[in-house]
């Protein structure tokens, strides 16, 4: 054995083996870091300064910065071993990303190093959230159905008890008045499940949108019609040649709700108004009510959403006008408020309107 040859007693280089392997120690290095850069994880090793010192390409990829940008610039984010949080990642371009963060501590060379394990876990909050929120949601809905299908329910009882009794001697009017007002409760819990059960599909689906050309003046008198004797209070103004692109299904709902707001919360007569623009149609439900308070008015497309001041008045749900808003939508149009002049109100409903090539825009 030559004195310079580098030889162990085996015969075996120092550093390797007769195949050429690295010894362990590099070995587990090279192995170490093949892990670290084939993790699905952001892995970041940061020094007792904050300095980023190592990231492998996740980590990278959820900066949305490369490897060399970010080895030498500080982490940004409070770290200690042990620690496990979440963290609001701002990307360069915009937008953010959560991050849950795990942290270990080790050292190199005698000095701390910080290493963090970093998942992207902005899906699953999104998911979480909106789970949350369809939850709260559901609550109030069954909430506000509880509410408003005790009343009427229990008039029915108390009502069909009464046409039982047959100690109760009840001339025929009288008995004529009481199934009247069985029917009314029971068309009010009729329109209660409706809504419900439409505010449901929106949830579950959106607006079904199926559009198609519709004859407004057609749908405001189908619409009217429902009205009985109500209709008689009810003035309208509109082209028979104007026309929609709508659902209709959904178009006749927009006008139900519009109507029954009118009749529920302001005073007739109502004016039902639809004129025809180049591109849009615009609807207008106006009443002689008191309209609706200032600092109401942000909220009253909301769903659920009842001012104070009617809540212990009139009944209602606080489902119809953002029923309105969100088939308005849903056809590509829009729904809002406007104060009337001296006194009333005016919700306006504007909806696409087909195109005419060549033909007078009739309004």
């Known amino acids: 054995m030559s004195a310079g040859g580098g030889s162990s007693p085996g015969g075996n280089p120092i550093g390797g083996s007769e195949s050429g392997r690295p010894n362990d120690v590099e070995f587990r290095d090279d192995i170490s870091q093949v892990i670290v850069s084939a993790s699905a994880d952001g892995i970041v090793a940061v020094d007792k300064e904050g300095i980023i010192r190592l990231c492998n390409p996740a980590a990278a990829e ?3 910065r490369s490897a060399e ?7 940004g984010f ?10 609001d990642l701002m ?3 915009g937008g953010r990303r959560v991050v849950e963060m795990r942290v270990t501590a080790t050292t190199l060379e005698g000095e701390p190093l910080y290493v963090a394990a970093l998942r992207d876990v902005t899906r699953s909050r999104h998911v979480e959230q909106e789970l949350e929120a369809a939850l709260e949601r559901q609550n109030v809905a069954v909430a506000v159905a509880a509410h408003e299908l005790h009343n009427p329910l229990a008039t029915i009882s108390v009502l069909v008890d009464v046409l039982r009794d047959r100690l109760i001697a009840l001339a025929e009017e009288r008995r004529t008045e009481i199934i009247e007002r069985i029917a009314d409760r029971t068309a009010r819990l009729q329109g209660l499940v409706r809504k419900l059960l439409t505010a449901s599909t929106i949830e579950a689906k959106g607006a079904s949108a199926r559009v198609e050309r519709v004859p407004v003046l057609e749908v405001l008198l189908e619409r009217l019609g429902e009205l009985d004797a109500r209709s008689q209070q009810v003035h309208v103004s509109c082209s028979p040649h104007l026309e929609a692109l709508v659902d209709r299904r959904e178009f006749s709902a927009m006008v139900d709700n519009y109507l029954e707001n009118a009749f529920a919360y302001g005073r007739p007569p109502v004016e039902v108004s639809a ?3 180049p591109e849009w149609i615009l609807l207008r439900v106006c ?7 200032e600092a109401f008015v942000p909220r009253l497309f909301e769903r659920f959403s009842r001012a104070r001041e009617v809540d212990r008045e ?12 969100s088939f308005a939508l849903g056809n590509g ?7 009337r002049e001296g006194e009333g109100a005016c919700f306006c409903l504007r909806l696409r309107r087909p195109p005419s090539p060549g033909a007078p825009d009739r309004t």
């Open 333 to 339: 149009g829009d729904a809002w408020y406007e104060p």
């Open 62 to 64: 959820l900066f949305a």
């Open 78 to 87: 409070p770290i200690a071993a042990g620690a496990a949080t979440e963290i």
């Open 91 to 93: 990307l360069p371009a």
């Open 69 to 75: 940008e970010l080895i030498g610039t500080p982490f």
């Open 314 to 325: 009139t009944e209602g749900t606080g489902l119809g006008l953002w029923i309105v808003r």
């Open 275 to 277: 004129t025809g623009q």
């Open 287 to 293: 009443d002689r009510g008191p309209g609706v308070p």
